[in-house]
């Protein structure tokens, strides 16, 4: 019996090749992916936590591909100038953006952007959460969450809360806590998350919601004493300070966090490389050491996992600017 041969028409057959090769492109490309270095985007200045985190994983996600990963700040505008930069930058992996929750936080409080905070970028991977503490200067008589709360509501408008703006992420930290807890506090802004624990350690405010960075050294001293920590989970950083969410604020939480972006229409399989490297990076002793001594708790996971919290956060985010009517000119 002879075997039955497949013919093909030319016409189709032709089709056939096209489509092979347009089907493969992906998967070839990634393959190919990297065959150069990479620029990695920081709209912040160099020595932030963003500028650390951002460093520290990509430095290894550099060993990894074989290729130079080149770090470039472009601080300003709240992040929006070297966000922007990245948003019109060919989406071919080679250009990608390390940005803070402040991603988000912007499209609320600038009335209009050059570029759409979801629409213009894909998701690689998230890097690290910027845990924050609610700390208070030793000079108030409250050791929990519990007894802040009592007796912020037994002196309502008296007590006074440092944030590094109107509009930043300390300032809608407390505007949640004092929604959910029905605390009247004072805002008090000032220019930046330096001077906000300056203010505090001085005694102009009483309160703060600070990342753990910015105030664990005052901490270890005594200068300013931790109530709760405002993730879903404790910190590793301070494993015995609760969260407030189980110190009598249940369903607290606000975990600002630092991601790895790409511009929108980046091929998904170099996504998936990139994203691999990171996790990968993540898991390194030495990277999450690093990260531990600036109180930034790696995070990982898939992008998926980033875009839906993208998008919660925006929602979320919004709320909380609607609810402050904090606006950045």
Sequence with gaps: MKPIATVVPAALGTLGCVLAWTCGQPAAFAQAFPSKPLRVVI???PGGANDIAGRTVMQRVADAIGQAVVIDNRGGAGG???TDNVAKSPA????LLVQSVT???NAHLYQKLPYDTLRDFAPVALLTAQTAVLVVHPSLP???V???VALARARPDQLMYSTAGNGSIPHLSMALFGSMTGTKLVHVPYKGGGPQVVGLLGGEAQ???ATIASVIAHIKTGRLRPLGVASARRSPTLPDVPTIAESGVPGYELSPWIGL???AATPRPVIDRLNAEVNRALKLPDVASTLSAQALDPWGGTPEEFGARLKADFAQYGKLIAMTGARVE
């Design 261 to 263: 972006m790409a511009p």
């Design 142 to 144: 409250v050791k929990s």
């Design 146 to 148: 519990k007894e802040f």
């Design 80 to 82: 929006t100038i070297g």
């Design 92 to 95: 071919d992996g080679y250009t």
């Design 43 to 45: 709209p912040w200045p």
């Design 207 to 209: 309160a703060s919601l």
């Design 103 to 105: 991603h988000v936080a």
